[in-house]
């Protein structure tokens, strides 16, 4: 995997060495929610989670972005406190 | 409406399969579970939570469009990564902010406090979540761990480093996402280097550094109540060698057998928390000793369950239906 490239000047030490996320690209068309069942699921009524699909320890709920960090140590939990202190 | 007794709530975004998998299993087992997103909240969920005056413990409804539920007969909440509470377009920019507060701490402290069974619940994760004090916790639960200096200074990093005598690693102490603008996401890897590489940038924060530990291989363990699913990761280049997370398509995993000592140590250590989860990192050296390196208490688990066909989701279904502890 590559390294992100970004200007060394006034980064930290342990910041070093960035590198782009494991990412899985997804087909929204491939599979829909079924209120019913609580679930996604494929046109035939297989549960999409079952179908071959890339995964990793990092956000597996695919849907990182900007601001939503994919580090698994970065799980985007809500701290009641947090946000109020 | 009324709703049959016992639910599990997963609190999950929709589009979340490891979400998926439990859910499917605990209808499996016909456990009722209403599933729901918080960023559904306020907006397509209805809470009304009520407290005595003298009588702990609050009871009430929560409702989406299909499902109801009453509080007081929830039987586990599992809590996975939800969204944040999304707040009507008509609240004035300057009161959003504000309002979220009041749905999220509204919301996850109702239900953080009903006597039941959880998973990843905030406080408890909070509390086990960080390396500096896990590592603490691990010694003295019986696991060996790397040595380890957290420093902001380059002289006692350089004398600790000669005392390692042997190449270091450098991993983030703490969570916190880097965004570089115009790029994608990032992560940060453990990072491996030699003592001569220390510089005065290290002065800039807090850094956590360990001694490498030469590897066999290393080994996710995803422990869910008392069972335990031990799976070896056998790195195949040098990226995956020193952090696996940087190069998935070389790695192989493999079930193996979790050593006694080791077993226990990771039962004391689940003790010390009060986790019912866990997502073990170890080191398994060429002499075959393993070596501690964290615990996620959320770690993810469907790309172990995937790659090894190990019935981790039946687990989770197990534990929140109350059939194993």
Known sequence: MSTITVERRGVPFGARGLQPAYTVAIDPSGFAFDPGRQVNVAPDGSLWAETPMAASSTATNNDTSPGNPPDEQSDPYAFPGDLVA | MGAPHGHVLVVAEELDPTADLVVQALAERAVPTMRFDLARFPQHLDLAAQHDGDRPGWTGHLATSARAV?????????????????I?????????????????????????????????HPDVYRAAAHKPGQLVAATACGLRVPRTLLTNSLSRASAWAEGINGPLIVKPVASASITIPGAPPT???????????????????????????????????????????????????????????????????????????????????????????????????????????????????????????????????????????
């Open chain 2, 70 to 86: 009453r509080l007081e007969e929830v039987r586990a909440v599992y809590y996975r990564r939800p969204g944040l509470p999304v």
């Open chain 2, 187 to 325: 992560i940060l890897p453990t990072r491996r280097l030699e003592p001569t590489e220390l510089d005065e940038s290290l002065e800039l924060t807090a850094h956590l550094f360990q001694e490498w530990v030469p590897k066999a291989f290393e080994v996710r363990l995803t422990v869910v109540g008392d069972q335990m699913f031990s799976v070896a990761i056998h790195a195949r280049s040098a990226e995956a060698e020193v952090d696996w997370r940087s190069d998935y398509d070389a790695l192989e995993y493999e079930p193996v057998p979790v050593p006694d000592h080791v077993a226990d140590g990771v039962c004391r250590f689940q003790a010390h928390y009060q986790l019912n989860y866990g997502a073990y990192d170890f080191a398994v050296t060429p002499a075959g000793e393993w070596v501690f390196f964290e615990c996620n208490p959320a770690g993810q688990w469907q790309f172990i369950a995937a790659a090894t066909k190990l019935p981790i989701a039946e687990a989770h279904a197990s534990l929140l239906q109350g059939a194993i502890a």
């Open chain 2, 88 to 120: 009507a377009p008509e609240v004035p920019e300057h009161y959003r902010a504000w309002a979220q507060s009041q749905a999220l701490v509204g919301m996850v402290q109702v239900l953080g406090s009903l006597p039941v069974v959880w998973m990843h």
